[in-house]
């Protein structure tokens, strides 16, 4: 049974399991502020439940690329929104600033698409 690491909470859940769905239920928000009554509900349209994940997971969902390749949203922030994804096994998810949980911070970005960073 996977488990999910999400603050300071660590939620079993069954395999396949959608990770909003999964938060919810443990009394977890992937959301930000009002985003909690302000969002979707899990139609993978609003983007505010984008979340960093590491571990095992599905493949992006097509609605899932088109909505985070718009801003407030980077396409390359490695985001994820819980509610088109799935979990497989182990992740530890982690929820940015922003009513979108968009702000990723810059030095991130950059180490995931290989440009580099530093401080300036």
Known sequence: MPTVQFRDSEIQCERGAVLRDVLLAAGESPHNGSADMLNCRGRGTCGT??????????????????????????????????????VLGDVT????????????????????????????
């Not at 599905?58 to 396409?75: A, G, V």
């Not at 009513?99 to 990723?104: A, I, P, S, T």
């Open 93 to 120: 998810v982690e929820k940015h600033p922003g009513f979108w949980g968009q702000h990723v911070e810059e030095s991130e970005r950059s180490e995931d698409n290989g440009t580099g960073g530093g401080d300036e």
């Open 49 to 86: 439940c984008a979340v960093a994940v590491e571990g095992a997971v599905t493949d992006r969902t097509k609605r899932e690329e088109t909505r985070l390749s718009f801003p407030p949203h980077h396409p390359d922030s490695g985001l994820r929104l819980s509610c088109q994804t799935r």
